[in-house]
């Protein structure tokens, strides 16, 4: 049963997935996220916290990989939470627009 119901959710996630970007609405709402992002100072505090992390540990001792596990978990904190609210509220309207998923 718990199978069946993580199938379906899998199911419903790509079938949505499939219609924003068959309508375009993935890129606008990338696009939204972005300039909210800058508009907010997140990209420049990622920016600011990557910069430290190269400096502590020193350029030739730094791997992208490196670089995404540490800023990773600092940038999805540091996300406002009205980003987060108005985006999910924007992905909501989508869907009740889309009904016929």
Do not use: Y
Not at 12 to 29: D, F, H, P
Not at 73 to 80: D, E, M, T, Y
């Amino acid at each position: 049963m718990v199978v069946s119901k993580m199938n379906k959710d899998v199911q419903m996630g790509a079938a949505v997935n499939q219609k924003l970007i068959e309508t375009g609405e993935k890129e606008s709402l990338k696009e939204w996220v972005r300039a909210k992002f800058i508009e907010c100072g997140w990209k420049d505090q990622l920016k600011t916290r990557c910069k430290e992390v190269i400096k502590e540990k020193g350029l030739e001792h730094v791997t992208v990989d490196d670089l995404v596990a540490e800023i990773t978990p600092k940038g999805r904190a540091l996300v406002p939470d009205s980003v987060k609210k108005e985006l999910l509220q924007r992905i909501r309207t989508f869907l009740a627009q889309h009904a016929s998923l």
